[in-house]
């Protein structure tokens, strides 16, 4: 079965540096997101994107946050100057179709800690 | 925008108990309603989904009902089993975008 495949599984950083997650959606889908979800705590949407733009992005998705599809398989997420409060599950999700019609599927995830 | 609220946060059961999971949401524009299963450590899956042009639906042992008048939806799993534990996660979303919103999900410990 396709899944989402995201990497690394795991980053550690240093406060104010840039990080750069991974994510390459099923092949077929047409619409991707990144969520985020703090330990214990709800997931929470930062951005989708549709047709080699973003689509939609939460207040989270501030300027220090970026995306971009580079070779059309790829997905990636930017974070230019990292936080302590970045700290977080980052979760790539892609579907198919329309929303009525498409299932979320998610990534495993790229744990974020930032000392 | 839309606000979806679960409850409860915590839920423990007994083996074999059935357990409910219920969220309201905001925008009555909303109109598809996915419920996700997050067992420790791994990605968000779905479980089940309703569209509101349906009241009820059914899968094995689990079922999710939608009041649209009301603005809520329930997640029912009877005959619970030991691989029930998770954490569960409600979803809305609406038409005119391509967004989910999640609740703050609930914490599924089934007793053996």
């Known amino acids: 079965e396709p899944e989402v495949t995201q990497t690394p599984s795991h980053q550690v950083t240093q406060m104010g540096q840039e990080v750069i997650l991974r994510c390459v959606p099923i092949s077929n889908h047409l619409y991707f997101y990144w969520y985020r979800q703090i330990l214990g705590q709800k997931v929470e949407f930062l951005v989708s994107f549709y047709n080699n733009e973003i689509s939609e992005k939460s207040e989270i998705f501030d300027d220090q946050f970026s995306v971009e599809r580079p070779d059309g398989s790829n997905f990636t997420l930017k974070i230019r100057s990292t936080k302590l409060e970045d700290s977080a599950m980052y979760f790539c999700?892609?579907?198919?179709?329309?929303?009525?019609?498409?299932?979320?599927?998610f990534g495993e995830g790229s744990r974020l800690t930032v000392l | 925008g839309e606000n979806v609220e679960q409850h409860p946060s915590t839920l423990s059961v007994q083996e074999g108990d059935s357990a409910v999971i219920k969220c309201t949401y905001s925008d009555s524009a909303s109109n598809y309603f996915p419920w996700y299963k997050q067992e420790l450590g791994k990605r968000p899956q779905l479980i089940i989904d309703i569209r509101s042009n349906v009241g009820e639906k059914k899968d094995q042992r689990i079922a999710v009902t939608l009041n649209k008048t009301a603005k809520h939806f329930s997640l029912h799993i009877t005959e619970t089993q030991p691989e029930d534990s998770a954490v569960y996660f409600c979803?809305?979303?609406?038409?005119?975008?391509?967004?989910?919103?999640f609740g703050t999900g609930t914490s599924l410990t089934v007793i053996p």
């Open positions: 979803a809305a979303s609406k038409v005119s975008g391509n967004q989910f919103y």
């Open positions: 999700a892609s579907r198919l179709r329309d929303i009525n019609t498409g299932e979320l599927f």
